[in-house]
C-alpha cells in the first residue's frame, strides 16, 4: 500500500490529468443526461440486466446455438478454457495461414489475457489501429479508460510520440493535424495485413453473428481488408437474439459516450467475399474465452458481472477515477467493474489494494448500463479477503469493539473523557499537534459530545409533543449523532414536536453497522443488524426515521442484503428525515418564518443515489430559507466513512472541490443531511477559514420553525 499511494500522491500532482478528467467528468454528466431524457433509461436498463441474467444461467445453451449457427454460415468457432489456450488457439491460427504481420481493433478481451505480447513473441508484428491504443502501444502502457483510452495523455505527449515514429517535428497545438499524421501511418499497415483481429461486443445465438460497436473506420477495416479475421470475445458476450442487441445499442453508446448511436455498428454474420483471399472467400475465426466465466455465471452474486457491456460508464462517474485516472483505478480493465474484474481474473493483490480504494458513493451503480450493484460486489470482496486473509489489525479492533453495543458504547464514553486536554470549546480538536494529525491535517476533526443524546432523552421525552398526527416514530441516531452531533437529534425533536408527531427513542440500538463493512468485517456487520432490528421490534412504529442519509441506505437496503426476510419487516420502515419531513408531514410555508441566508445544499451520497432522494431536501430548503444552487451538488463530499482514514490525499483533494463549488454559491450556509459530510465539511471549512456554516437541513428546519 505504500507503494499504492506513491502512485496515487504522484498522480495528483499531474495538473494535467487533473484538468482533463475534471472537465470530462462534469461534461460527461450533463451530456449523458441530456441523451438519456429521450429514452425510458431505467426500464432499458432492467431489459438488458434481465437478458444478460437469463443468458448467465443458459451459457452452454447459448454457445451450443451460437456454434452452430455461425459455423451454418462458414465461421469456425473455438471455445478457450483460459487465456493461455486463447492465446495458443489465436497464434495458431497465425501460423496455419502464414501471418506475419497483424492489425488490431481495440478489445479489453484482447487486453484481459496478454494477447499482443504473447503473438510478438511468435515473431508477429501486431499493429493496433485504434488511435488511442495506438498511442499507448507507442508509449509501451496499458489503457487508463476501458472506451478512452488515451485520456490521461496530452497532445503535446502524443506528438513527443509521432515525432519517434515519424522521425519529423510534429505541430503541437494542431490536433487535427495528429489525427491525420495517424491516418498516414496507419493506413498501409491495413493493407500489409495478413490477419485482422478484433473484439466482438455481442454475439447473437439466433444467427451466429457478431456485433462490433466502434467510432472509428479502423475497426471496419481490420475486419474487411485482411483474408482472415479473429474475433476474441468472453462467454459473456452471448445473448439470444438480435432484439437484445437492438435493446443494449439504446444504452451503450449514450452511457459510453453520451451519443445516441456510435459511428459504426457493424454486424457480421458468418465468412464474407475478400479479394485478397486465395479462395475469394474471407477465414473467420470466433474466439470465445471462459477464464473462469461458467464458474461467475454460477455465483448467486457475482454473476450480475454478465451484464457489463463494457461503457466505461462506472469509471466516467467515480470520484476517485477523476482524482487519480485509470492506471490507479483499476489494472487491465477500469473503474468500478475493473475493481470486481481483477479479483475475478487477474491478480488478487492488485485487486486488494484497488478494492480499499472506493468511496462507496454508488455514482457507479447509479448509471450501470446493466443496473450491476457495483459497491455491493466491491463490500463482498473486501469480506472475502478477511475471511481469507485475516483482517487488517484497524479492522479487527472496529469489529471487537462493535460486536457488543454496551462495550462499543462504554469505549465512545472512556473517549469522551481522555479527549478533554485537546477538545475546544467549538466542537474541534483544537491542541493536538499537527505531527500527530499526519495526514488528517486537511481538516479540523470534531470532538465527542459532552453529553450524548441518548444520556439527554430521559429529558427530552417529556417534552415530545402529544401525538397529534396519529403517527408513532422511532428515531434511529447512528454512533455520529448519538455521540458526536446530539444537537441534530434535538433539531429534529422541535419539527417534530411542531407537527405533532410521537417520538421514541429505543436505547438498545447502536452504530448501524456500514463501517465495518466497508472494512469486511461482515459477519460482525449482521451481528450489529440482529441488534438493532431486536431493538426495534418491541413496539409497532409508522417509520423509522433517522437523520443519517448513510444509515438510512443501510438499514434499508444493507440490512436485507445481509439478513434477507430476517429484516424485511424493519427496512421497509425506515425513512430518511428530509423524506419523512417533506413527504409524510407535508410541512408548508406557514410552519416557518424563513431564514434571509443564502443557502446552499450537498447532496449526499447515500441520499441522492442511495436512496434516490433528491427533490425533498430542496424543497425544505426552499420552505426555511433562501436556496443558492451550487456547481455539482450530488458530487461526493470525499468522506466516505474509513476512505477519509485510508486515503486523506485523495480525500482532502475531493473536499477542496466541493467547498470550493459551494464558495461560488455566495452561500453563508451549507446543508446537508448526513454527519459524516457534516464532518468532513465542518472540518474543512473550518480549517480553510471559511464563513461558512455547516449544519444538519433539521437544524436548519428547527432554527426557522413560526
Known amino acids: 500500500m505504500t507503494d499504492y499511494h506513491k502512485e496515487i500522491s504522484a498522480a495528483l500532482e499531474d495538473s494535467f490529468l487533473r484538468r482533463t478528467l475534471d472537465k470530462f467528468a462534469v461534461e460527461y454528466r450533463e451530456s449523458r443526461d441530456r441523451v438519456f431524457q429521450e429514452v425510458d433509461g431505467p ?18 445453451a447459448l454457445y451450443a446455438q451460437f456454434k452452430a449457427e455461425a459455423e451454418k454460415r462458414g465461421a469456425v468457432v473455438h471455445l478457450a478454457k483460459d487465456a493461455a489456450e486463447a492465446r495458443a488457439i489465436i497464434a495458431q491460427i497465425a501460423a496455419d495461414n502464414g501471418v506475419k504481420r497483424i492489425v488490431k481493433s481495440k478489445s479489453m478481451t484482447a487486453e484481459e489475457i496478454g494477447l499482443n505480447a504473447h503473438l510478438e513473441r511468435q515473431g508477429l508484428v501486431v499493429d493496433e489501429t485504434d488511435l488511442g491504443e495506438w498511442i499507448i502501444q507507442l508509449r509501451h502502457e496499458g489503457p487508463s479508460h476501458m472506451v478512452m483510452p488515451a485520456i490521461h495523455l496530452s497532445r503535446h505527449q502524443v506528438a ?57 473506420g479502423n475497426g471496419r477495416l481490420v475486419n474487411t481488408l485482411p483474408p482472415v479475421h479473429v474475433a476474441l470475445a468472453g462467454l459473456d458476450k452471448l445473448v439470444p437474439r438480435l432484439d437484445d442487441v437492438l435493446n443494449a445499442l439504446k444504452v451503450l453508446p449514450r452511457n459510453a459516450t453520451s451519443q445516441r448511436l456510435t459511428s459504426y455498428a457493424t454486424f457480421i454474420a458468418g465468412a464474407t467475399p475478400c479479394a485478397k483471399s486465395p479462395t475469394g472467400v474471407k477465414k473467420l475465426h470466433i474466439v470465445l474465452l471462459d477464464n473462469g466465466r461458467r464458474a461467475i455465471a454460477e455465483d448467486p452474486l457475482f454473476s450480475q458481472v454478465f451484464r457489463c457491456v463494457r461503457c466505461g460508464a462506472c469509471a466516467n462517474v467515480c470520484p476517485v477515477f477523476r482524482m487519480v485516472g485509470g492506471h490507479r483505478m483499476g ?28 468511496l462507496g458513493c454508488g455514482s457507479c451503480k447509479d448509471v450501470c448500463s446493466g443496473g450491476i450493484d457495483l459497491p455491493r460486489l466491491i463490500g463482498e470482496i473486501r469480506a472475502r479477503f478477511s475471511r481469507e486473509d485475516g483482517s487488517p489489525l484497524p479492522a479487527k479492533l472496529a469489529a471487537l469493539a462493535m460486536r457488543d453495543r454496551s462495550i462499543f458504547h462504554t469505549l465512545l464514553k472512556f473517549m469522551r473523557f481522555a479527549q478533554k486536554p485537546v477538545a475546544g470549546r467549538d466542537g474541534f480538536v483544537r491542541h493536538l499537534p499537527m505531527a500527530l494529525l499526519g495526514a488528517q491535517g486537511f481538516k479540523s476533526l470534531p470532538v465527542l459530545a459532552d453529553r450524548p443524546f441518548r444520556a439527554q432523552w430521559p429529558v427530552l421525552k417529556g417534552t415530545v409533543a402529544a401525538n397529534r398526527r396519529g403517527l408513532r416514530i422511532a428515531l434511529f441516531a447512528g454512533c455520529a449523532q448519538d455521540f458526536v452531533y446530539p444537537e441534530q437529534l434535538v433539531a429534529a425533536l422541535k419539527v417534530f ?71 424485511a419487516a424493519f427496512a421497509a420502515k425506515v425513512t430518511d428525515f428530509s423524506s419523512f419531513v417533506q413527504g409524510r408531514l407535508q410541512l408548508t410555508a406557514d410552519a416557518f418564518k424563513p431564514l434571509a441566508d443564502k443557502v446552499a445544499y450537498h447532496a449526499s451520497c447515500h441520499l441522492c443515489r442511495g436512496l434516490g432522494v433528491k427533490e425533498a431536501p430542496r424543497a425544505l430548503i426552499r420552505l426555511a430559507a433562501d436556496y443558492a444552487p451550487s456547481p455539482e451538488e450530488e458530487s461526493c463530499c470525499g468522506f466516505g466513512g474509513t476512505f477519509s482514514a485510508k486515503f486523506p490525499e485523495i480525500s482532502a483533494e475531493l473536499l477542496k472541490k466541493k467547498l470550493a463549488n459551494v464558495a461560488q454559491s455566495g452561500a453563508a450556509r451549507l446543508v446537508l443531511d448526513c454527519p459524516g459530510c457534516a464532518m468532513q465539511l465542518k472540518g474543512g471549512a473550518d480549517k480553510q477559514k471559511m464563513n461558512l456554516k455547516v449544519q444538519h437541513i433539521a437544524e436548519l428546519l428547527a432554527e426557522a420553525l413560526a
Open 331 to 358: 489494472h487491465v480493465y477500469i473503474g468500478a467493474i475493473g475493481l470486481v474484474l481483477t479479483w475475478l481474473f487477474h491478480d488478487r493483490a492488485i485487486a486488494k489494494r484497488l478494492c480499499q480504494n472506493c
Open 497 to 567: 414536536a411542531a407537527a405533532g408527531v410521537e417520538v421514541d427513542f429505543p436505547m438498545e440500538q447502536t452504530c448501524c453497522g456500514l463501517p465495518l463493512t466497508m472494512l469486511g468485517e461482515a459477519e460482525t456487520a449482521k451481528n450489529v443488524a440482529r441488534q438493532n432490528v431486536a431493538a426495534f421490534s418491541g413496539a409497532d412504529y409508522d417509520a423509522i426515521v433517522t437523520l443519517c442519509a448513510s444509515c438510512a441506505s443501510h438499514l434499508k437496503h444493507g440490512y436485507v442484503a445481509m439478513l434477507g426476510e430476517e429484516a
Open 160 to 216: 513527443d510520440e509521432f515525432e519517434k515514429v515519424t522521425g519529423t517535428p510534429q505541430d503541437r497545438e494542431d490536433i487535427q493535424k495528429l489525427v491525420k499524421v495517424a491516418r498516414r501511418e496507419l493506413r498501409p499497415k491495413f493493407h500489409a495485413a495478413d490477419m485482422g483481429i478484433s473484439g466482438a461486443n455481442f454475439c447473437i445465438a439466433e444467427t451466429g453473428a457478431i456485433t462490433i460497436v466502434t467510432n472509428e
Open 43 to 60: 426500464a432499458l436498463i432492467r431489459r438488458i440486466a434481465d437478458t444478460k441474467d437469463a443468458a448467465a444461467r443458459n451459457l452452454d
